[in-house]
């Protein structure tokens, strides 16, 4: 892989922090910066829910993904989640997010990991190319739904 992934740790707060915000104000996502915060955190300090990876160079990264991890009888074991991926808009369409959603299960996989899954907008064909070209597959006419809490 020629694009580095770096675990995120602490000390990225700020810098994964202000990356997450640009992606949330592209996709229209409302939170606080506070909040944002108190989410990314544990997942910095190692909490086993879950990681996230700057993109590119740790000091100046292209972009973040984050993971988090869960259990599936159907999947056989632990799959994850990307809850979000995003690449600096100056250096999109040039393989970045095909190559981390690429390398990035099989590195995960090294790790137990049995599945990744991705959600994306059904309406968002870039996304849907990216994702058949990293070899992910739709699943069952299953749809997704969420309770907050």
Same mark, same amino acid.
Request: charged share 25%.
């Given at each position: 892989?020629?694009?580095?992934?770096?675990?995120?740790?602490?000390?990225?707060?700020?810098?994964?922090?202000?990356?997450?915000?640009? $992606?949330?104000? !592209?996709?229209? %996502?409302?939170?606080?910066?506070?909040?944002?915060?108190? #989410?990314?955190?544990? @997942?910095? *300090?190692?909490?086993?829910?879950?990681?996230?990876?700057?993109?590119?160079?740790?000091?100046?990264?292209?972009?973040?993904?984050?993971?988090?991890?869960?259990?599936?009888?159907?999947?056989?074991?632990?799959?994850? $989640?990307?809850? !979000?991926?995003? %690449?600096?808009?100056?250096?999109?369409?040039?393989?970045? #997010?095909?190559?981390? @959603?690429? *390398?990035?299960?099989?590195?995960?996989?090294?790790?137990?990991?049995?599945?990744?899954?991705?959600?994306?907008?059904?309406?968002?064909?870039?996304?849907?190319?990216?994702?058949?070209?990293?070899?992910?597959?739709?699943?069952?006419?299953?749809?997704?739904?969420?309770?907050?809490?």
């Amino acid at each position: 892989m020629t694009t580095a992934l770096h675990l995120a740790r602490p000390e990225d707060l700020d810098r994964i922090t202000a990356m997450v915000a640009s $992606f949330h104000a !592209e996709t229209g %996502i409302e939170m606080t910066e506070t909040l944002c915060r108190e #989410a990314l955190l544990p @997942l910095l *300090e190692g909490i086993p829910h879950g990681c996230a990876y700057l993109i590119g160079p740790a000091r100046a990264p292209l972009g973040y993904v984050i993971v988090s991890f869960g259990w599936s009888i159907a999947c056989g074991g632990m799959d994850g $989640f990307v809850d !979000e991926i995003w %690449i600096r808009p100056a250096v999109r369409r040039r393989g970045i #997010a095909s190559e981390v @959603l690429t *390398e990035l299960p099989k590195a995960l996989a090294g790790a137990g990991l049995k599945a990744l899954h991705l959600k994306l907008d059904r309406d968002n064909e870039t996304a849907q190319r990216l994702c058949v070209r990293a070899r992910f597959q739709g699943r069952d006419p299953r749809t997704l739904m969420t309770r907050r809490l």
